[in-house]
């Protein structure tokens, strides 16, 4: 049986796990996106692979971890991960990278976005003066 991976779903997923609004994510993409557009895109269960790889340059990840993630699948590898070892009471007490190291790095990669796009506004708005001048 060949589940059939929803691309657009995934593209939700993947944004909402790094934390970017619909409309930062549609910024990212150019003038001719909006929310609404991102919000559509994320119903479509394919999606145009050069759209999808400009998503995923967007999103600082590999198209291809769009492409085929399976919810399910992922799931089962997790359950099957773990021997009766590896977890007690629920903790992890060997886990592969520190929770504070990683908080860290999800804030930064938010602080780099966020400069990112105010450094953008700035340049747009020099833009529009220099139009305004002109006229």
């Known amino acids: 049986m060949d589940k059939k991976v929803h691309e657009g779903r995934n593209v939700k997923r993947f944004r909402e796990m790094l934390g970017i609004k619909q409309d930062a994510l549609a910024f990212e993409l ?3 996106w ?3 557009k991102i919000s559509l895109l994320e119903q479509k269960e394919t999606i145009d692979p ?3 790889q400009q998503i995923s340059t967007a999103l ?3 198209a291809e971890a769009i492409r085929n993630f399976d919810e399910d699948m992922a799931v089962n590898i997790i359950a099957n991960t773990f021997d009766n ?3 007690l009471n629920g903790i992890n ?6 929770p504070i190291d990683k908080l860290i790095q999800l804030h930064e990669e938010k602080i780099a976005l966020y400069e990112r796009m105010l450094k953008e506004k700035d340049e747009m708005m020099a833009r529009l003066e220099k139009l305004l001048e002109k006229k």
């Open 34 to 36: 909006n929310q609404q």
């Open 50 to 52: 050069v759209l999808l």
């Open 60 to 62: 600082k990840i590999p």
């Open 85 to 87: 070892g590896s977890i």
């Open 93 to 98: 007490h060997n886990p592969t990278f520190h």
């Open 30 to 32: 150019g003038d001719d």
